[in-house]
């Protein structure tokens, strides 16, 4: 039941908004106001929503609405974004209120479903409380749930030590065999980015982000100065790639690729990742993170679900060699409003068991 301090309306300002998410302890760039400004951009409507304990901002939801041939629906990427130091409120409380405007919106824009992607402990307490308000655990997930990240506090050298020893003798080789890093956020640097990512889809064989897509992100991003496509390059010719974004505390691997014919025993990547690290220290963020991982995969063994290795069993041990910690969110919780929501849900399912994850 709404508490009568509590008001809920659209926040218009993009300053309150990225002031409210970046201060506090949970935040990514997937609740900030730039990927708000994408997701428009791309065509899909949203919503800034903010709970008000009289004039004070205590949470904050963006709401997407997601359009897919199997269905339209509300998605709440890693949000919402509660103040804990407001303990008079908890979560259900929060919850209950964002929940009733989303049905509100649904209603309006005739969607099958809500997802939330939440920034919260995967514990049966936070569980219980979604399933209590009707929630269901979504077939697959929409954005990382296991992350990996890297505090950078310490000084480099501290760093390159606290690395597996694997890791590290591939940065000093890499730099000895004279591999350079470049960074911008040109269109060219997007360009070679493109053009690795295609061989990386063709080995992996996923579902890969159109060019439009990616454009779009980095022109958004790009002007605030949040994102930076680093190269790694031998004998001129660009070996790996990466979109990196800044927002908040963090920098955050985004996207990945690399070359998979040319000069395999050059370990351009892990220079790749190291420079970016630095540049993160240089701007001064806390963390490095690596996005997401399998949450099993450890030392030199691959995750194995039936007779295949998990897809990201290898990017897993590459991200765990740089050092770091591991955190686990709840995952994905969806409200379903409609028998369309079913038809979803089982070709959903059927997609996680076909890419066996």
Request: hydrophobic share 40%; charged share 20%.
């Amino acid at each position: 039941m709404q508490s009568e301090s509590l008001n809920i309306c659209e926040i218009k300002d993009k300053q309150t908004w990225d002031a409210f998410v970046t201060s506090q302890q949970n935040h990514t760039f997937l609740h900030s106001w730039s990927w708000g400004e994408f997701n428009a951009l791309t065509g899909d409507k949203i919503w800034r929503l903010g709970i008000f304990d009289n004039q004070t901002l205590v949470a904050a939801a963006l709401v997407i609405k997601v359009h897919a041939r199997r269905g339209n629906f509300l998605f709440v990427p890693h949000g919402p974004i509660y103040d804990l130091r407001f303990t008079i409120y908890d979560l259900r409380k929060i919850l209950e209120v964002f929940i009733q405007k989303f049905l509100a919106i649904a209603k309006q824009e005739r969607v099958s479903f809500i997802r939330i992607s939440p920034l919260l402990e995967n514990t049966d307490e936070n569980k219980n409380i979604f399933k209590n308000l009707g929630f269901r655990p979504a077939p697959i997930h929409m954005h990382a749930e296991t992350t990996w990240t890297l505090n950078l506090e310490a000084s480099e050298e501290d760093l390159l030590m606290k690395m597996r020893k694997t890791t590290r003798n591939l940065i000093r080789r890499a730099i000895k065999e004279g591999v350079e890093i470049k960074m911008g956020a040109s269109a060219h640097d997007l360009e070679i980015f493109n053009n690795l990512y295609k061989e990386t889809v063709l080995k992996h064989s996923f579902t890969p982000f159109r060019l439009t897509y990616l454009q779009k992100q980095v022109k958004i991003l790009s002007e605030g100065n949040n994102i930076l496509i680093f190269t790694a390059l031998y004998n001129n010719e660009p070996l790996a790639s990466a979109i990196i974004v800044f927002y908040g505390n963090s920098a955050f691997y985004h996207h990945g690729a690399s070359s998979l014919t040319k000069y395999p025993k050059i370990s351009a990547a892990y220079l790749l990742q190291w420079e970016a690290i630095r540049e993160a220290k240089r701007r001064g963020y806390k963390f490095y993170n690596f996005w997401g991982i399998v949450p099993n995969v450890s030392g030199q063994w691959s995750v194995v679900s039936g007779r295949k290795a998990h897809p990201w069993a290898g990017i897993t041990l590459f991200k765990k060699g740089f050092g770091g910690f591991q955190t686990d969110y709840l995952n994905a919780r969806d409200l379903p409003l409609s028998w369309k929501y079913w038809p979803n849900w089982i070709i959903e399912t059927i997609r996680r068991k076909r890419r066996n994850l």
